[in-house]
């Protein structure tokens, strides 16, 4: 095997600093490895990337004092000040990140096994997301620049911050998905504690000095570590006032539930699903099948936008089957910089040896492994196995495999996969594959009412990121689109006066004097 020179690991990456209140605070205490599943040898062996700080409870609630004095009961220097400041610091961020790209990619490769496309689009991605944050900002600030006047009450509305949120991202997304919880969190003036997770952290190590020399000190804190061991304590304390989490829900109940005053924690919430598709018997079957392929297998079904379940209606099932099982197999494994790569490695160590489990489960109760290649087991991936047929005994049909596993599901009754929807303990989105419309019809004004987003003829999926992004019941908690997401991270506030000469003067001062930043009808165009 023979990586180019580009992407070849010549040294690891020791990350021995975090940031705490402004400052790259040194670590000497206990580090922990990081490694890749890609092997660097001929001899296959795990390649150790580096080492990262193995943070303990003081350094946690250190951090947690940081951004707790930063926020300084909505007084501090980041809440109070001015929108255009804001933007600013925001605008000096973005622009030192773009100079990490090439740092950035190279690790998400390395970290977790997202092809070299992909990882590109992941980056750029996120410059857009924070650019159109940026914007979305100025328009908030244009529209609500502006006195309201009913009842005889004047009233000036904008959006304040909640407090301290603390941050924590998935491994799939690394870089996207986090951001599209810090940015936003951090814009509208709250102040923020953000872990990484285990995987795709050393990924962060060429942003710290830009976040460290981009805004004010404590506004961003960054520490490493167990979730249990740094993220307990800081709920535990109970002066976070925002839980921003995507992951599982296990988690964040366990989190929540540590929180003292639960009633006073505002959740943002990204948790699973099981997205299904629907394919009737009048469905495009060369487009229902390249979409499923592309909502199954992108980054190895590691999504919780993927497609993880299919029903096929029975009238078309065998000629569904045999052209997706041929796709899947025709599907190129490779390690992520490898031209053409679909399937790449997997992150998680124990993940094959997992995904087996459902497949010996399922083949004990009656499915079976269409495709020829499925179960194919190296040391780091397992190779897609298409089950057929999959029922709801097996624990594939009810867990979210978070990896190369695809369930399908025969259905003769539309009703059939519409109670299993509507009994899910998820509702994050369903891709719908037909044409007619007197079908289609009815179909879409019940599935919107039992998930947040109906695919009509295409795989499920998190973008544009302009769309709202939810989910209902165990999949999510607020919504998360560039114009949600200040919203989710932000409460309506206001300055009220009754409309008499007295209020009239003074407001009228405070606006000629410019002294407050809240009380303004000045904006960015």
Known sequence: MTIPEKYQIKETLNQNTYLVNGELKAWTGDTSEVYSTISSTKDYQPT?????????????????????????????????????????????FVEQMKTKREEVVKLLMWEIGKNLPDSQKEFDRTVEYIYDTIEDYKKMDRDSAKFEKHGGVHAHIRRGPLGVVLCLGPYNYPLNETFALLIPALIMGNTAIFKPAKFGVLLLTPLLEAFQSSFPKGVVNIIYGRGRTVATPIMRDGRVDVLALIGNSKSANALQNEHPKSNRLRMVLGLEAKNPAIVLPDADLELAISECIAGTTSFNGQRCTALKVLYVHEDIIEKFNTLFSEKVDALKFGNPWEDGAKLTPLPEPDKPAYIQELIDDATSKGAKIINKKGGETTENYIFPAVLYPTSKEMRVYEEEQFGPVIPIVPFSDIEEPLDDMASSNYGQQVSLFGKDTKTLAPLIDTLVNLVCRVNLNSSCQRGPDVYPFTGRKDSAVATLSVHDALRSFSIRTFVASKDNEYNNEILKELLDSKASNFVSTDYIL
Do not use: F, H, N
């Open 48 to 92: 150790l990337l580096g080492t990262i700080p193995t943070l303990g409870e003081p350094e946690a609630l250190e951090a947690l004092d940081s951004a707790v004095k930063a926020y300084g009961k909505g007084q501090g220097l980041w809440p109070t000040m001015k929108v255009a400041d804001r933007i600013s610091c925001m605008e000096k």
